[in-house]
T-cell receptor
Framework: DAKTTQPPSMDCAEGRAANLPCNHS???????VYWYRQIHSQGPQYIIH?????ETNEMASLIITEDRKSSTLILPHATLRDTAVYYC??????????????WGLGTSLAVNP | NAGVTQTPKFQVLKTGQSMTLQCAQD?????MYWYRQDPGMGLRLIYY???????DKGEVPNGYNVSRLNKREFSLRLESAAPSQTSVYFC????????????FGNGTRLTVT
């Protein structure tokens, strides 16, 4: 699975959009981009995933560049409860591939009042 | 709907003691996983079970054993605990073993003295 690069930390003001970047320049054609977050002392939580088209759900939006070498997770109106570590992961479909996930250190997002 | 439940939440062991970490999911998921998380490192896969009746080693299996008791339950056993096994342990499950999102429990914090 391709590796990803994320900034170690970011700040965001409460109520503003939080834009978290991820670089995955070695991504393969069949690899998806996944985002998870981990709020302090809890297990990671799935947020969103996508292949090439932009995706939106009730939690966030995922913007993937046309060349698929990078993506941005957007939290449209960040709240204090969005303070967490955000992980960007790429993986291909296929049986058992969840076991190959490479979890880096993610981006620690601090939402400030 | 409880999702993924881990017990105990906290545990302190002396070197050489044994214990079993319990994990149960109520989402009728096929695949289950055990991870450990250490400071300054990403999540690392210890063992996984692609389906009921099967288990396989992950990235860091030494010192651990697992049992997929039934479709709901996947336990992790430390036969002779060592200080290097001090960590936070997370159990996760997915409907399928491919690229379906992982659902995590809230972890067991283990200290081995």
């Amino acid at each position: 699975d391709a590796k990803t690069t994320q900034p170690p930390s970011m700040d965001c003001a409460e109520g503003r959009a939080a834009n978290l970047p991820c670089n995955h320049s070695t991504i393969s054609g069949n690899e998806y981009v996944y985002w998870y977050r981990q709020i302090h002392s809890q297990g990671p939580q799935y947020i969103i995933h996508g292949l090439k088209n932009n995706e939106t759900n009730e939690m966030a939006s995922l913007i993937i560049t046309e060349d698929r070498k990078s993506s941005t997770l957007i939290l449209p109106h960040a709240t204090l409860r969005d303070t967490a570590v955000y992980y960007c992961i790429v993986t291909s479909p296929g049986a058992g591939n969840n076991r190959k996930l490479i979890w880096g250190l993610g981006t620690s997002l601090a939402v400030n009042p | 709907n409880a999702g993924v439940t881990q017990t105990p939440k906290f545990q302190v062991l002396k070197t050489g003691q044994s214990m079993t970490l319990q994990c149960a999911q109520d989402m009728n998921h096929n695949s289950m996983y055990w991870y450990r998380q250490d400071p300054g490192m990403g999540l690392r896969l210890i063992y996984y079970s692609a389906s009921e009746g099967t288990t396989d080693k992950g990235e860091v299996p030494n010192g651990y054993n697992v049992s997929r008791l039934n479709k709901r339950e996947f336990s992790l056993r430390l036969e002779s605990a060592a200080p290097s096994q001090t960590s936070v342990y997370f159990c996760a499950s997915t409907r399928y073993g491919g690229n379906s999102p992982l659902h995590f429990g809230n972890g067991t914090r283990l200290t081995v003295t």
